[in-house]
């Protein structure tokens, strides 16, 4: 049979040539090196299913050693991606799928740190809750995996992909704690971001419609020269494909899942739903905004603006009114201050779409990682706290240093790093860099709405680290277990380490990201 036979057929008596143009070009190779970060952490969560099944049960509490391991390992493979050009794979004629650049690279550090330290968090929760070590393990490194992939996506069927993959462990993760309120805390969770993903699923259909493309790059070119009639249709689509990343980050009005989610949820997954959880949702919110939406800057920046004026002020807000006495008041005054913490970190992104480039997202990027490592920190203390006084009251805390001084030590420090005081230094600078990004893209008014609420935050930060030292009951101090102490230790050491030397985050600033 000759080619012209095997390149054309017939179809209702007329011939049609089948044969591809350039066809080589459809063959590419894979590279490994590039995805090999969250590859690691989703081939590990696959072997720990499979160990989970075929260990005897004596053996598997080494299932924790080797998540943790594995974490270590994703983490190791984004050394060789750090230095050089950015690198691609995935590719087709309208873009790549998957890009390792410096934006990629500070998400994925992120993402794969704060699972880690949230990795050792949980060894002690798993054995001493009886939750199921197995699962608990796979859903972690599963949706570690997904929280690495994402900021390297760049278009948005991967988008969507990876921060699904990021959310569905999530859900299961919280209802691992068979109480009542886990499974409960879980449905809130799972309703509330269902139906911000379906939102977010009709805005990308909208903007493949006005645009052609999923690629964010193409997707960019094609809003730049659409005609009037297809205007509406790609702005209502951008704003509602904003939705569900606005979920993730917990903005305002997309929030109210946070604090039932975080207090009825094992402490550990807390932790890691407010860093990783919310890395990934920030990364999906800075690559569609400042790369498909660029078009659109000044649109979606006043929509940012007024988002992170709004969350910060309820976020600190709420913070203010948690009762010393109420059950998981701890927890949940971690929560608020979580969804105050986000306003901070919209306020770059709001910067950006008024600025016209992405320089202002360096701001988002670094205090990203101020933020994730003490709020794990805070959150492992809480863990800590958890074991002897399981209301995890703000009460309990009173007089810790007495009963654990290393502990109260650590959590002062790391609350007044989240305040932004000495000698928390690193959160000083981390906000000076927020401030910042505002004031030079001409957003006076958000900048003082910030420093309003940065004021405000104080109070409860302040109010918290005084209980710490006050005169409390006294009891036999607890033997702090070893992964707890090597969390808080890890925790306690980077922050430390950043406010004697703040340009080791703060360079990403100045840096080029893209």
Known sequence: ??????????????????????????????????????????????????????????????????????LLGALAALLPLVHGAPRST???????????????????????????LAALLSVVTVSEEGLPGGEYWFLLLSSASGAALLPAARDLATLVV????VSLPSFALVALKRDGKGGEAALKFFLSSVTATAVMLLGVGFLYAATGSLYLGAIADGLGHLPAQL???????????????????????????????????????????????KAAGFAGLALVTSLALKPYGHTWGLLLAVLAAVTMTAGNAAALRQRTDSAQGAVRLLAWSSVAQAGYLLVPLAAAGYAGSAHPLGATVAYALIYGLVNLGAFGVAALVARTHPANRLDDYRGLFARNRFAALALAFFLLCLAGLPPGVV????????????????????????????????????????????????????????????TLGLAA??????????????????????
Request: net charge neutral.
């Open 231 to 277: 205007k509406p249709l790609a702005e209502v689509g951008g704003m509602l494909t904003l939705v569900g990343f606005a979920f993730k980050v917990a903005a305002v009005p997309f929030h109210f899942w946070v604090p039932d989610t975080y207090a009825g949820a094992p402490v550990p997954v807390a932790g890691y739903l407010s860093v990783v959880g």
């Open 162 to 165: 990876a921060l699904e993959v």
């Open 90 to 116: 995935f590719c087709g004629t309208g873009g790549c799928s998957y890009v390792a650049d410096h934006f990629a690279l500070a998400f994925q550090l992120l993402a794969l740190g704060g699972a880690l």
């Open 427 to 486: 959160g000083l600078f981390g906000k000076v860099v927020v401030f910042r990004a505002a004031v030079d893209a001409g957003l006076g008014w958000l900048a003082v709405v910030m420093a309003v609420n940065v004021v405000v935050a104080l109070y409860y930060y302040l109010f918290w680290t005084a209980r710490l030292f006050a005169p409390g009951e006294q009891v036999e101090p607890a033997r702090t277990p070893g992964p707890l102490t090597a």
């Open 493 to 514: 050491v980077g922050a430390v380490v950043l406010s004697v030397a703040p340009q080791l985050v703060l360079q990403v600033v100045s840096g080029s990201l893209f």
């Open 1 to 70: 049979m000759t080619t012209t036979q095997l390149t054309t057929t017939h179809l209702m008596g007329q011939a049609v040539n089948l044969a591809v143009p350039n066809a080589g070009s459809l063959i590419q190779s894979v590279d490994w090196v590039a995805i090999a970060p969250p590859l690691i952490a989703a081939a590990a969560a696959l072997l720990v299913l499979l160990a989970d099944l075929l260990l005897p049960p004596g053996a598997k509490r080494w299932l924790g050693a080797l998540t943790a391991l594995a």
